[in-house]
């Protein structure tokens, strides 16, 4: 079965750094997105990303945030410099297409800021 | 006041009990997820939805368009259903999630 595959799984960073993380999509998928989970809270949208661009931000993604897809496999979610409050649980999602497609999460990576 | 709402945010059952989920939603949505989350973080996709009833395995979902509203069920539950079950609207380009429902199955 196709896998969503991110790295790390794991990041702890020094309040202020930058942080990049990583996200392989199911490779015929073509909508990519980012949520994060604060601990104990509800899952919340990021971004999504078609074409080479975003399609949709909510107001979480502010201009500490970016995406890119640097080549044909990998998207990535950069986090300029982090603040103690971005430290969460990032899940990134793709999926073949918007109506009637389903999406494929990845198992996440959890970001600590110390 | 939350666009997806579910029902109970926590439920303690004993093993081969009926288990039933309920999620409400108040926007236009062209799809309806319902979502596993372990104790580890990872999320597992469990249905998409845009109308009537799917099943897989002991898992079955519903959704009523019109009522705006849908409900999993789980027959036969297991201690390793536990999880937190999530609910979530795919609205345009986004997934709009639910707080999500704790389910703990006792053996």
């Known amino acids: 079965e196709p896998e969503v595959t991110q790295t790390p799984s794991h990041q702890v960073t020094q309040m202020g750094q930058e942080v990049i993380l990583r996200c392989v999509p199911i490779s015929n998928h073509l909508y990519f997105y980012w949520y994060r989970q604060i601990l104990g809270q509800k899952v919340e949208f990021l971004v999504s990303f078609y074409n080479n661009e975003i399609s949709e931000k909510s107001e979480i993604f502010d201009d500490q945030f970016s995406v890119e897809r640097p080549d044909g496999s990998n998207f990535t979610l950069k986090i300029r410099s982090t603040k103690l409050e971005d430290s969460a649980m990032y899940f990134c999602?793709?999926?073949?297409?918007?109506?009637?497609?389903?999406?494929?999460f990845g198992s996440g990576t959890r970001l600590t800021v110390v | 006041k939350n666009e997806v709402e579910q029902s109970p945010q926590n439920l303690t059952a004993q093993e081969g009990e009926f288990i039933t989920i309920n999620c409400s939603y108040s926007v236009g949505i062209s799809a309806l997820h319902w979502l596993q989350q372990h104790p580890g973080g990872g999320i597992v996709s469990l249905f998409m939805l845009s109308s009537g009833k799917k099943k897989h395995g002991r898992l079955i979902a519903t959704i009523n368009i019109q009522e705006k509203h849908s409900s999993l069920h789980i027959t036969a539950s297991h201690p390793r259903d536990s999880a937190v079950y999530i609910c979530a609207v795919r609205r345009d380009d986004k997934i709009i999630f639910g707080k999500g429902t704790r389910l703990h199955i006792l053996p």
């Open positions: 999602a793709s999926s073949e297409g918007l109506r009637g497609y389903g999406y494929t």
